[in-house]
């Protein structure tokens, strides 16, 4: 079995792709094809890309946009996670995320000293989408912004997986920038291995997933923070109800699911749902995840699962609560 790795930068984040084979070439060409689909992906998903789709769906607001197939898919799939989480993750927020400052590629906001953040405003919510499969065509409602957010990056890893085993390759896993997606033989005995790090140290790891199939995706509020010129300690994940970055003692999510792009959603259900409830072991939590599982760890380091807690390797040092299904 041959395994091969490549990592690089894109959709602003590291990229790191392993894919196992018994064919060198075919893995060799695997590594180049998604580096490139990637590209492709990003070039017609980013919003801060003024030629993507993305973009030009919501500057022609209100009015039926035909998109590529992978759009239409992006634009379907975040409307059925907004469905399928209540509410909780949606892809609707794009208005109340620039106005707290999130207007621009992620480094460029740390080094705004003089944005004032303005008090965000709710979600309209994805009622007003109309979708049309004959013609590949999106129609967002007047006043209705997307924004893909995370489930883009969760998406594009399941994308890459289906199509790399298609190509001939036996195994792949990508990471996303903490959206993994595997599927296939795994280059040894072992499994594939998603480590969870330390929301406060990256380089110490908290427990592992040994995956299978499917996805595992970490969200964290400290990573994509920043502080407003007036005072304001802001975060990238967004309360839809609200349009304000959502209070809570939650700090990363982790949840194992069936793919790449339902976990990532969950992991921004979870943060909104932590807002509604302060007490983890309510069925709140277990009746959102379904049959995905979830560690969530707080500002005081404390750990907390949900579902079969064994699919977590956790270090035994860290208090563990919560309960087993």
Not at 24 to 31: F, G, N, R, S
Not at 158 to 168: A, H, K, M, Q, W
Not at 304 to 317: A, K
Request: with cysteine; glycine share 10%.
């Amino acid at each position: 079995m041959t395994t091969k790795q490549h990592r690089w930068q894109a959709m602003g984040c590291g990229i790191h792709l392993v894919v196992a084979g018994r064919d060198p070439t075919t893995c060799a060409d695997a590594l180049r094809y998604a580096e490139e689909r990637i590209e492709h992906l990003e070039s017609r998903w980013s919003r801060f890309r003024a030629s993507s789709e993305i973009s030009k769906l919501n500057t022609h607001r209100g009015v039926p946009v035909v998109v590529s197939p992978d759009t239409f898919r992006l634009v379907e799939t975040a409307a059925r996670a907004c469905d399928e989480t209540a509410g909780r993750y949606d892809p609707t927020i794009i208005d109340a995320i620039c106005s707290i400052g999130y207007d621009r590629d992620f480094p460029e906001v740390t080094k705004s000293a003089a944005f004032v953040a303005h008090i965000g405003k709710p979600a309209p919510g994805c009622a007003g989408i109309r979708l049309d499969p004959y013609l590949n065509a999106v129609s967002l409602g007047t006043g209705v912004g997307f924004d893909p957010g995370g489930i883009g990056k969760g998406l594009a890893a399941d994308i890459v997986v289906r199509e790399l085993l298609d190509s001939g390759v036996d195994g792949v896993m990508v990471n996303l920038g903490g959206d993994v997606a595997a599927a296939g033989d795994p280059p040894d005995d072992h499994g594939w291995i998603v480590g969870i790090e330390d929301p406060y140290d990256a380089t110490h790891i908290v427990g592992r997933v040994t995956l299978e199939s499917g996805g595992v995706c970490t969200s964290s509020r400290i990573r994509r923070a920043w502080q407003s010129a007036d005072g304001r300690h802001l975060h990238h994940i967004v309360d839809p109800r609200t349009g304000n970055p959502v209070a809570t003692s939650l700090l990363t999510a982790t949840v194992v699911a069936g793919s790449a792009w339902q976990a990532e959603a969950l992991t921004k259900a979870l943060f909104v749902a932590s807002g509604e409830l302060k007490d983890f072991g309510t069925d709140h939590y277990r009746s959102l995840l379904g049959s995905a599982y979830a560690c969530c760890i707080d500002d005081k380091g404390e750990v907390t699962t949900f579902g079969d807690r064994h699919v977590f390797d956790l270090e035994s040092d860290r208090v563990v609560t919560g309960t087993e299904r």
